[in-house]
């Protein structure tokens, strides 16, 4: 199969409180982003990377990454879903999408090899996950718990998550056009009524959100590259 991935990058990233989009905050040597993408171009496997950008993005030109031969780019939308789905408008048609945040730049081979291993369990597609391992707690508009949901069979969604290019993008459009609620590449083929897989994938794949995130996201860089 051919294997394609899609980062959306055309975020702002307001939560993190900065001026530049969290995406190319400074992590170590290079950005957030860069680091994001040495690990899909790393891999042997993906034959492509498509990357959506804020049309007026004026950082992604300056990295080294940039003219990598594998290397596409697209303008993203106003929303996530609109961002992947230009990309998904510029793919192999028969190719299969492995959709990663940019924001998890801590990304190891063996979570690709092992989701691109469970396309032969997993037709419809899957993605990688945790399960929930702390008690979970609904809060009441007051902020005390109002109620404790059981974590059984609850799993975190991670990224990449990974389906076939033509139904990601024939459900996601369909999925946006009806407004449904779409947070992650999952609940568009959830909204069609596909199930897709849940493979275990690794803790250390966080999601830099929060600047203290940065520090945690350093260490286990640093580990990987030991
Ligand atoms: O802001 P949030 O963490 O939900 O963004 C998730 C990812 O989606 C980020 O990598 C961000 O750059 C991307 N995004 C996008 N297009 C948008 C909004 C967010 O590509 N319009």
Redesign the pocket.
Known sequence: DKIIAIV????I?S?MGSELPK?YLLLDDQCILAHTLDRLLGHPQISQVIV?LHPADEHFAALAQASHPKILTVT?????A??VLAALNRADEHAWALVH???RPCLAADDIDRLLAARSEFPQGAILAMPVRDTMKRADPKGRIQTTVSRERLWHALTPQMFPVASLRSHLAAALSAGALITDEASAMEWAGEAPGLVVGRADNIKV?HPDDLRLARLFLTRANS
């Open positions: 959306p990058a055309a975020g990233g939560r995406q959506a993203g939308g106003g929303e996530r609109d961002s945040d940019a924001a959100t």
